[in-house]
């Protein structure tokens, strides 16, 4: 695939444990629509524990809270990581975002699954590679895993989703000249809207990307296939339209997109980069095809504009 060096690829726990030096954990890192264990994969976690290997789970289901699990566990000694399971400690988003020192920026989706993450991640690595100090809030299980700290926001009880997006943002500024915040879900997504929602009015952005996979035309997960997605124009004035509707002094704005376009050949990659620039007037790029640097050059734009208003 290109990545991972020498990492040995398997097909099988027991393949696995053959590997020397041994593993010591196992990580659960499927995302099936609404987190639960599959009661396939309990064998492999069953025998996986008497192997002695934490186990490491991104579901919904929390695998601490399951009797047979944790007992088995607890007889070997092994630990359970629910990386889902939220702060116990979480309030109502109180508007204490706004006082960041760095510029918070939020990736946005116009569907789900259209690499938020991998956008925010790659523009932090180019941002750093210019020598901005720039830092990386997790709002998903697989950013915490790469981060090694976040908040899973959709394992949130809805009333303090805002309030993890605000604590998120917080926590990560620190010294950071622009804060990258991890996007979930999308306005458009009749099933993760709600967790979009309280993540734009809990961050109060100052710049978002939009994310989009060119090649998808309908919500993504099939159970809502009726929806049909809108082009980056209008999906971009959604998102400002809802971020006004609370903190219009902000200004956050769309400021570029990122498109996800593996689906695609070279050639049409590059058409639907080029439409979308003419669409939005913005900056486009696939930043894991092609590079991270349009998308760069747009937040510092915006960060120098943000300087010169004080």
Request: with cysteine; charged share 25%; glycine share 10%.
């Amino acid at each position: 695939m290109g990545f991972g060096g020498s990492i040995p690829v398997v097909g099988s726990l027991d393949a696995a444990l053959e590997i020397r030096p041994v593993p010591d954990a196992v990580l659960i890192g499927i995302a099936p629509q609404g987190g639960v264990l599959p009661a396939s994969w309990r064998r492999t976690l069953e025998r996986a524990i008497d192997a002695g290997l934490d186990i490491w789970s991104g579901l919904h289901t929390p695998l601490a809270d399951d009797p047979a699990l944790s007992e088995r566990a607890r007889a070997t000694g092994v630990r359970l990581f629910d990386l889902r399971k939220p702060p116990r400690d979480l309030v109502v988003g109180t508007g204490r975002a706004r006082e960041t020192r760095g510029m918070r920026v939020l990736t946005v989706g116009i569907d789900c699954n259209v690499g938020k993450m991998t956008t925010a991640l790659e523009v932090r690595r180019e941002l750093e590679r210019r020598g901005v100090a720039a830092a990386f809030a997790a709002t998903g299980q697989t950013g915490i895993l790469i981060a090694g700290r976040g908040i899973a926001v959709d394992a949130v009880v809805s009333d303090f989703i805002s309030g993890a997006a605000e604590r998120l943002t917080l926590e990560a500024a620190g010294d950071a000249e622009i804060v990258l915040v991890e996007g979930q879900g999308s306005l458009m997504h009749p099933g993760y809207a709600g967790v979009t929602l309280g993540l734009l009015h809990g961050t109060m952005p100052e710049a978002m990307i939009l994310c989009g996979m060119p090649s998808r035309p309908r919500v993504f997960g099939g159970r809502h296939d009726w929806v049909v997605l809108p082009p980056p124009d209008v999906a971009a004035s959604r998102y400002e339209e809802a971020l006004s509707w609370i903190c219009p002094e902000v200004a956050g704005r769309v400021v570029a997109v990122s498109l996800a376009t593996y689906e695609l050949d070279e050639a049409a990659a590059r058409r639907a980069v080029d439409e979308a620039r003419e669409v939005t007037g913005l900056p486009v790029t696939d930043p894991v095809r092609f590079d991270a640097a349009p998308l760069a050059d747009a937040l510092e734009e915006r960060l120098a504009e943000r300087r010169a208003a004080g």
